[in-house]
């Protein structure tokens, strides 16, 4: 274990002026050297980038120039408000936009989707480097895109995990106290840009926690910690103070927002600590997901599911469904993008799949 720690600032930590001072607070206070923070795009960035995306595939040229002059005022209203928006940042910000209109419109879509979306994630770390160092801090600025490998699989990439270790311990030997990087977005084997799966930003805390062998990654949101259900939904849920991995794990894929499925696995490998804690209130205990025996306090976890479809697969002849039928079933389903949550086979009978629903 190295003396690294992450902290992972999502979207509505960093959506506005007084959010961004909040980060920059809660790392003067809370941080300890060698940090690395982890960001994702500011606010609604992403889904204002797609906006932009779609504008350009339908040619409508207005609009994509009003979606990203919009996005481009976002950006520079928040360095201004933090005082940070000097000629060097400036410069920075407008090469990421000018990046945009510079997308290959011949080029396929996923490969030009990939490269318009992670500016957002570009631009939020520019401007939060920028104020952290403003604040005093001896901060540096990483581009994820140098260190996490991935193959070519655009939107939702597969991470070569070797190479990102060793390209990231390069990158970081002589670490600043405070590194700044993106979440969600890495580098294909011929150096385009790839993104690892809308919500991923979560997972490439993890990965870079896994191959720093940090001690800790703190996930800062706006709730208490993990609850045992949704209280918008279920009467009498409460904050789980201790997860065990693999509890944890199952709770992300069936359904627990407030962790990515993904992220889980490469944090129980290297045996780092995950902490959600809450940026509203950075002195509240949050919860801990780590080597624990047993869910503390041991109580029931409820999940609600909308919007799912259940969908019966059988054969047209006498045969029964075998594990060819099987693995043919799955591979449609992980071609589309489909997530699987629960099946029922009885040999002779139907495949019943269902909460059949689609992971960007």
């Not at 300890?32 to 609604?44: I, R, Y």
């Not at 080029?107 to 520019?126: F, I, T």
């Not at 930003?201 to 191959?211: E, G, H, K, M, P």
């Amino acid at each position: 274990m190295s003396n690294w720690s992450i902290f992972k600032f999502g979207g509505a930590s960093v959506k506005d002026p007084e959010a961004l001072r909040n980060a920059v607070r809660l790392v003067r206070e809370y941080g300890t050297s060698p940090l690395l923070v982890v960001v994702s795009a500011m606010g609604k960035t992403t889904n204002a980038l797609e906006r932009f995306i779609q504008a350009r595939e339908l040619g409508d040229t207005a609009a994509a120039a009003t979606e990203l002059g919009a996005i481009k005022s976002f950006h520079d209203g928040m360095a201004e408000a933090l005082g940070v928006l000097d000629a060097e940042l400036r410069g920075q910000l407008d090469a990421l936009w000018a990046a945009a209109e510079r997308v290959d419109s011949a080029q396929a879509y996923n490969p030009r989707y990939d490269a318009v979306v992670s500016l957002g994630e570009l631009a939020s770390s520019r401007i939060l480097a920028a104020a952290l160092g403003a604040d005093g801090q001896h901060t540096a600025w990483l581009d994820a895109r140098s260190v996490v490998r991935t193959d070519a699989v655009y939107r939702r990439a597969t991470v070569d995990w070797a190479e990102t270790a060793a390209c990231t311990q390069r990158a970081l030997a002589v670490p600043a106290d405070v590194t700044v990087t993106q979440g969600f977005i890495g580098s294909a084997p011929d150096g385009s840009t790839t993104t690892l799966g809308r919500e991923g930003s979560d997972y490439s805390a993890a990965i870079f926690a896994n191959v720093l062998k940090a001690s800790s990654l703190s996930i800062w949101k706006d709730v208490p910690g993990m609850l045992s259900g949704d209280p918008k939904v279920f009467k009498g849920v409460v904050r789980l103070e201790q997860v065990p991995y693999r509890e944890a794990i199952e709770l992300a894929f069936y359904g627990a927002s407030i962790i990515h499925p993904k992220t889980i696995q490469p944090l129980e490998q290297g045996g780092t600590i995950l902490r959600i804690r809450s940026f509203v209130d950075p002195e509240a205990a949050g919860t801990e997901v780590g080597p624990f025996a047993a869910l503390t306090p041991e109580v029931p976890c409820w999940m609600r599911h909308e919007n799912q479809v259940l969908i019966e697969v059988s054969s047209r002849d006498l045969s029964f469904l075998s594990e060819g039928h099987l693995s043919e079933v799955y591979r449609i389903f992980a071609e589309e993008g489909l997530l699987v949550r629960l099946e029922e086979h009885h040999p002779g009978q139907a495949l019943q799949i269902g909460r059949a629903s689609r992971r960007e």
